[in-house]
C-alpha cells in the first residue's frame, strides 16, 4: 500500500460547482497535513495547512479524519484559475525531531468554462 | 518571502556528462531536498540533508550524489548521466523544529539527457 494514496483524476467540473478531493496516509504516526497546488510546468506552492478541526481559507475547506486517516480538500464554486494539479502532503517526525515528508501523486482538476 | 533558487531551469546534457544541479535557499533552513518528478509517478525524493555536511538517501538515490558545504547550497550531482534521467528536478527547503514546517520549493531544473 502506499504511504499517501490520491486519485490522479482528472476531475472535470464546470464553472461555479463544487468539487471535493480525498488522500489517504498509511502512518498513524503521522503529525501534520498540508495541500498543495502545482500548475502546469510549475513547482508546488503551499495552498493550505490542514489541522485537525478542519479548516477553511475563502472557497477551500480542508479536512483531516484520523480515525479514518484520510485528509479532504473541498472547493466551492470552482474558477477557471483553480484548474491544477492538487498534492497531499503527509509529515511524521523521525528520530532527532527530524521530519519525514511524504507526497501523493497528486490530483488534476480541471475547471470548464 | 522565502526564495528557493535553483539556478540552472534548463538543461540539456549527453549521455555520460557529469551534471551539476544547484539550489540556494535565503531563509537559513537546516532541510533541504532533491526531488524528482516524473508524469505518473508524482514527487520521489532523492537525497536529503538535515545539516551541513549530512546527507541521507531517499527513495531513489541510485545514480545521485549530493554535496551539502554550506548551509544555504544543496547540490545534486549526476556522475554520468543517463536518458533515464531525463526529468524535472525540484529543489526544496524547510525548517526544522517540529513536524509541521511548510516545504518551499524551487521553480525546477529541466534535464534532458541525450
Known amino acids: 500500500r502506499k504511504e499517501v494514496e490520491q486519485d490522479p483524476g482528472p476531475f472535470n467540473v464546470p464553472e461555479g460547482a463544487t468539487v471535493a478531493f480525498n488522500c489517504t496516509y498509511s502512518?498513524?504516526?503521522?503529525?501534520?497535513f498540508f495541500w498543495y497546488r502545482q500548475d502546469c510546468r510549475k513547482e508546488p506552492k503551499l495552498l493550505m495547512s490542514?489541522?485537525?478541526s478542519g479548516n477553511e481559507d475563502g472557497r477551500f475547506t480542508a479536512q483531516l479524519n484520523r480515525a479514518s486517516q484520510y485528509i479532504s480538500l473541498l472547493i466551492r464554486d470552482s474558477k477557471l484559475s483553480d484548474s491544477a494539479t492538487y498534492l497531499c502532503v503527509v509529515n511524521e517526525r523521525v528520530g532527532g525531531g527530524y521530519q519525514k515528508v511524504t507526497f501523493g501523486i497528486g490530483t488534476k482538476l480541471q475547471v470548464i468554462p | 518571502d522565502v526564495k528557493v533558487t535553483q539556478s540552472s531551469r534548463y538543461l540539456v546534457k549527453r549521455t555520460g556528462e557529469k551534471v551539476f544541479l544547484e539550489c540556494v535557499q535565503d531563509m537559513d533552513h537546516e532541510n533541504m531536498f532533491w526531488y524528482r518528478q516524473d508524469p505518473g509517478l508524482g514527487l520521489r525524493l532523492i537525497y536529503f540533508?538535515?545539516?551541513?555536511?549530512?546527507?541521507e538517501k531517499g527513495d531513489i538515490p541510485e545514480g545521485y550524489s549530493v554535496s551539502r558545504e554550506k548551509k544555504e547550497r544543496f547540490s545534486l550531482i549526476l556522475e554520468s548521466a543517463s536518458t533515464n534521467q531525463t526529468s524535472m528536478y525540484l529543489c526544496?527547503?524547510?525548517?526544522?523544529?517540529?513536524?509541521?514546517?511548510?516545504?518551499?520549493f524551487g521553480e525546477g531544473s529541466w534535464l534532458t539527457v541525450v
Open positions: 502512518n498513524s504516526a503521522s503529525q501534520s
Open positions: 526544496a527547503s524547510s525548517p526544522r523544529t517540529g513536524a509541521g514546517n511548510t516545504i518551499y
Open positions: 490542514v489541522y485537525s
Open positions: 540533508s538535515y545539516d551541513v555536511k549530512m546527507k
